[in-house]
């Protein structure tokens, strides 16, 4: 089955055709932690941020720079503060979570937190591609959607097509995160997050998933967040790179200025904008 099939078997066994990738907004958006008490924090301060559709950004920045908080905002982890998110010329700042899930992807960087363990790779396929439908009494894998699996699953070289019975605590790591991927992606989200997903994976197993993670989110135009701790990798991958330092945004590429840099100019660019040393060792050997 060519991949085009496959789409087409996705959107049969639905019932409508996946999501499109959509534009995202971010106006003014801070995240306060403790508000009003000593503790508090400012994780996010005033971001404004505007992704087009299919645009696939890369964030990096040293800890505690806000870069997780940022997907949590965007995902609706937690209520912001202050600011207005729009998803696809929709304000989802006061969506809850579970909501705003039906149209965005997320990979998290514990590979166990994608996948449900207590069930079966085609059970938790079955649920991601009933994701963006409404709840109700319907049966969750069909034949139909198994021929949706196993093309996708095929495309992960790792055999797991030929495994659809087997329980996903008997996987890897690495496969679970491959999982987790596909799982993300397999109805086309309107979003792609991707938190630091290769970096608890060792490093052959981690480029496997980015060059998959590559192939896909440019194959389907997904427009995406990917936040890591490997400068090289922010490099190699997207078509924008993002750097955050204090909850904001201190430095925004394109993908001509971000191709002109190695490791070393982002070093010393972080120097200009903030005004301190960056904490290189896991920006530089992260996997």
């Known amino acids: ?131 963006t439908k409404r709840s109700g009494l319907r049966m969750g894998v069909t034949n139909k959607r198994r021929a949706v699996m196993r093309e996708q699953l095929a495309r992960l070289g790792m055999g797991l097509e030929d495994r659809l019975k087997a329980g996903v605590s008997k996987l890897s790591g690495g ?5 987790s991927l596909l799982m993300a992606t397999i109805v086309q989200p309107s979003l792609l997050l991707l938190d630091e997903h290769t970096a608890a994976l060792d490093p052959k197993v981690a480029a496997t998933i980015m060059e998959l993670t590559g192939e896909i989110v440019t194959e389907r135009g997904l ?17 924008r790179l993002l750097m955050m330092h204090a909850g904001r945004v201190v430095l925004d590429l394109d993908h001509e200025q971000k191709a002109a840099l190695q490791v070393s100019d982002l070093i010393e660019k972080f120097h200009e904008v903030a005004g301190e040393a960056f904490a290189v060792d896991r920006m530089l050997l992260d996997p």
């Open 223 to 239: 427009t995406t967040l990917m936040v890591t701790h490997n400068m090289e990798l922010a490099l190699r991958y997207g078509d």
């Open 1 to 131: 089955m060519s991949e085009a099939q496959g789409h087409a078997v996705a959107r049969s066994a639905e019932g409508a055709s996946p999501c499109c990738a959509a534009p995202l907004e971010l106006r003014g958006v801070r995240k306060l932690f403790f508000p009003g008490t000593a503790n508090e924090v400012v994780a996010l301060d005033g971001i404004d941020l505007e992704v087009p559709a299919g645009q696939f950004v890369s964030i990096i920045g040293s800890n505690g720079s806000g870069k997780s908080t940022l997907l949590n905002a965007v995902a609706g982890t937690f209520p912001v503060t202050a600011g207005r998110i729009v998803l696809g010329g929709r304000d989802v700042t006061r969506l809850p979570d579970y909501v705003r899930s039906r149209s965005i992807g997320r990979v998290f960087q514990d590979p166990r937190a994608g996948t449900a363990p207590d069930m079966t790779i085609e059970e938790n396929l079955a649920i991601s591609l009933m994701r």
């Open 175 to 179: 496969q679970r995160q491959a999982m």
